[in-house]
């Protein structure tokens, strides 16, 4: 028979979980472990800070090192989920962080003052999911162009093909200056970017512009 995936709270003897029930009892909403062994805890997200402090900077804890920052969308009109997955250096031991977020209000601290390795980390989710983290040095897309207005591409209920339509997609990609997609130092002197924007002037036959050593 197989193991479910997430098996009901029920006594644990991981160190962290112990550790999280006398020093946050109020604020530790949830402790599972996975099929595969990981201990899952679910912290209330108005002491998400705290905890991780705690986390990282109690001697019997000492989790040195975050390894990822992603979410969850279940859909179906339920909460996200903000998951963090740390690793203990010291210990040699892994613990996986979740906090419920609400629908109506998608926002949770940053932990980026806890571990610098969240900046980028939780920029991908803010683009992707459209979870605000408040605090953060530097919030804005990372993956999608910063003028992206199709909304956050996982959530579940982004539709396949995008918010718009293929027509006004192109449309709106043929607007666009080179300058859009290029910083400016990438734009060297002497040699001009691919441009595939059709040539406004010229007969019948003229197309795309050809890519830089396109006449072989």
Do not use: C
Request: glycine residues 10%.
């Amino acid at each position: 028979m197989t193991a479910p995936v997430d098996q009901p709270s029920a006594p644990v003897d991981h160190p962290s979980v112990v550790g999280l029930k006398e020093s946050f009892p109020e604020a530790l909403q949830d402790v599972r472990v996975t099929g595969a062994g990981q201990t899952v805890v679910r912290v209330d997200g108005a002491r998400l800070l705290e905890v991780m402090r705690w986390l990282r900077d109690t001697p019997q804890q000492r989790y040195d090192l975050l390894v990822d920052v992603t979410a969850v969308d279940y859909g179906g009109g339920r909460p996200l989920e903000a998951v963090y997955q740390l690793w203990s250096v010291p210990h040699r031991r892994q613990l996986r962080v979740k906090v419920e977020l609400p629908l109506e209000r998608l926002e949770v601290d940053s932990v980026v003052p806890l571990w610098s390795a969240a900046n980028w980390l939780e920029r991908e989710v803010y683009d992707m999911f459209g979870i605000t983290f408040h605090g953060h040095p530097d919030l804005r897309r990372i993956l999608m162009p910063p003028d992206y207005m199709e909304g956050h591409p996982l959530r579940k209920d982004f539709p396949l093909r995008g918010r718009f339509t293929r027509a006004e997609q192109t449309r709106r990609a043929l607007a666009k200056e080179v300058e859009d997609y290029y910083l400016p130092g990438e734009i060297r002197p002497g040699r001009d970017p691919q441009n595939l924007r059709p040539q406004s002037q010229g007969g019948a036959g003229s197309g795309p512009a050809a890519p830089d050593g396109g006449g072989e």
